[in-house]
T-cell receptor, first 114, second 113 residues
Framework: AQKITQTQPGMFVQEKEAVTLDCTYD???????LFWYKQPSSGEMIFLIY??????QNATEGRYSLNFQKARKSANLVISASQLGDSAMYFC???????????FGAGTTVTVRA | EAQVTQNPRYLITVTGKKLTVTCSQN?????MSWYRQDPGLGLRQIYY???????DKGDVPEGYKVSRKEKRNFPLILESPSPNQTSLYFC????????????FGSGTRLTVV
């Protein structure tokens, strides 16, 4: 079974608007961590934000926030005030329990329009 | 600067010609790992290492080998590359204590013809 599901292959967003990228996860571990990475066309993986399963507050990092809904097993990324430089592929990933492995979703391509 | 360095960045090779992709980290991390990225599949783990001389298979290990003779280096070896190994490869490392402290290399784009 897929551990991370990203259902949006591609999205368009207008500059300065907010965009929400969906991510649902599947785990039976009580302790886990959720990550979002950005991959621009140059190919590198850029860490954006992290949410631990025991963290009570939703994680925020600048224009990025993670909408963590534990009961629904969702960890959506919200990018506020989109910029042209936000055009990239975005990956949701999860670490479970004591395992160091990251399980990734298929990714969502975001294109920001001027 | 703390980093994971992969080489080469780009490589085109022919079927069956052995190749090695190098990975080196300068953060004294115990854990290192290799992933491959394919369209529609995201990143999948190939091999990982918890420390020197300790390696284990990930989700897609077939056709790959690794070694961990020194803590800083974790090369990925393709003994007989095939076209289905054409992919974008990433090396990553993490220190033991920080659950979110993963560092990725810049990636190696491999084409096998």
């Amino acid at each position: 079974a897929q551990k991370i599901t990203q259902t949006q292959p591609g999205m368009f967003v207008q500059e300065k608007e907010a965009v929400t990228l969906d991510c649902t996860y599947d785990t039976s571990d009580q302790s886990y961590g959720l990550f979002w990475y950005k991959q621009p066309s140059s190919g590198e993986m850029i860490f954006l934000i992290y949410q631990g399963s025991y963290d009570e507050q939703n994680a925020t990092e600048g224009r990025y926030s993670l909408n963590f809904q534990k009961a629904r097993k969702s960890a959506n990324l919200v990018i506020s005030a989109s910029q042209l430089g936000d055009s990239a592929m975005y990956f949701c990933a999860m670490r479970e329990g004591d395992d160091y492995k990251l399980s990734f979703g298929a990714g969502t391509t975001v294109t920001v329009r001027a | 600067e703390a980093q994971v360095t992969q080489n080469p960045r780009y490589l085109i090779t022919v079927t069956g010609k052995k190749l090695t992709v190098t990975c080196s980290q300068n953060m004294n991390h115990e854990y290192m790992s290799w992933y491959r990225q394919d369209p529609g599949l995201g990143l999948r783990q190939i091999y990982y290492s918890m420390n020197v001389e300790v390696t284990d298979k990930g989700d897609v290990p077939e056709g790959y080998k690794v070694s961990r003779k020194e803590k800083r280096n974790f090369p990925l070896i393709l003994e007989s590359p095939s076209p289905n190994q054409t992919s974008l490869y990433f090396c990553a490392s993490r220190e033991t204590r920080r659950h979110y402290g993963y560092t990725f290399g810049s990636g190696t784009r491999l084409t096998v013809v």
